[in-house]
């Protein structure tokens, strides 16, 4: 999957032109998603393990894991993209706006948060009912998922806001 990745943001390095200074974005983004995906998995899967959260059923306590994960990746993905456009400034290359900045990290947290918290929590429910030990299944697969997610929703982003024209 990190292979998969990497060739995927490389075949985008034309579309990545459009946005000048958002690759320094990249590594803070995904490492960012690759920590919440992975604590949010294993927050699942020892609540799967202790009982407050249900394999069969939503229960309260794995719909505040999912909201508590997105709001995560949404105002940190606002902090990166603060610092991310500073870092831009201060090397002084060619740089997108500080709010095309916010907007495209957000927009990429957002969608990347949604996706992937849902998808991590599929699957230590799935790995759990399948007597499989979620934190041996659920971390090493949200963090490969989550790279390639993130990239396309980054993307997604910046084509979306720059499109906008803003």
């Known amino acids: 999957m990190e ?3 990497g060739g995927f943001l490389d075949g985008i390095m034309d579309e990545a032109a459009i946005a000048p200074g958002l690759l320094i974005l990249v590594p803070g983004i995904l490492g960012m998603r690759g920590n919440i995906s992975s604590a ?4 699942l899967s020892s609540g799967l393990h202790l009982g ?15 909201e508590i994960s997105i709001f995560l990746s949404v105002f ?9 456009w500073g870092a831009c400034i201060y090397i002084g290359g060619p740089c997108i706006s500080l709010v095309n900045f916010i907007l495209i990290s957000i927009t ?17 429910v799935l790995s759990y009912r399948k007597g499989l030990d979620p934190d041996n299944v659920t971390l090493p697969a949200a963090a490969s998922i989550g ?3 993130t990239i396309i929703c980054l993307l997604l982003s910046v084509k979306f ?5 803003l």
């Open 76 to 84: 940190i993905a606002f902090v990166l993209s603060v610092l991310a």
């Open 52 to 66: 407050y959260i249900s394999s069969t059923h939503m229960t309260k306590g794995l719909k505040k894991n999912i």
């Open 108 to 124: 990429t947290g957002l969608l990347s948060g949604v996706i992937l918290s849902l998808t991590t929590s599929g699957i230590a």
């Open 40 to 43: 949010l998995g294993a927050r």
């Open 161 to 165: 806001i720059i499109g906008l024209g």
């Open 147 to 149: 790279d390639i997610i």
């Open 3 to 5: 292979l998969a990745t």
